[in-house]
């Protein structure tokens, strides 16, 4: 899975993007997933949409399958990426400038 933090460069909108693939993630993938370097971990918005979503749909999940993951997570992500205002608050706790 990989997920960005987007923002008009104006800071009139922000939006969640993610992408699901089978198997694991090589460098070939994350590269055709981002178009540009990311800050250090620490400032990197998208920490705070995995730290959402396991405090969230995957707080003491249990699932029988990895599809069952791959739904829950499906869901916390689009509930994530419909809300304008956690996204510019991802941004802002990073301390990007809009």
């Known amino acids: 899975m990989s997920a960005a933090v987007c923002f008009r460069p ?3 909108e922000a939006a969640l993007v993610f992408g699901m693939q089978p198997g694991s993630c090589n460098d070939q993938s994350i590269t055709e997933f981002l178009l540009e370097r990311l800050p250090p ?3 990197n918005p998208v920490e ?3 730290g959402n979503l396991k405090g969230t749909e995957l707080a003491n999940l249990c699932p029988d399958t990895i599809g ?3 739904e829950i997570v ?3 992500l689009c ?3 419909i809300e304008t205002r956690l996204a510019f608050a991802f941004l802002r706790h990073c301390r990007l400038k809009l």
Do not use: F, N, S
């Open 48 to 50: 705070q949409v995995w």
């Open 10 to 12: 104006d800071g009139t």
């Open 74 to 76: 499906d869901k916390g």
């Open 68 to 70: 069952e993951v791959a």
């Open 79 to 81: 509930r994530i990426g």
């Open 41 to 43: 971990y620490a400032y």
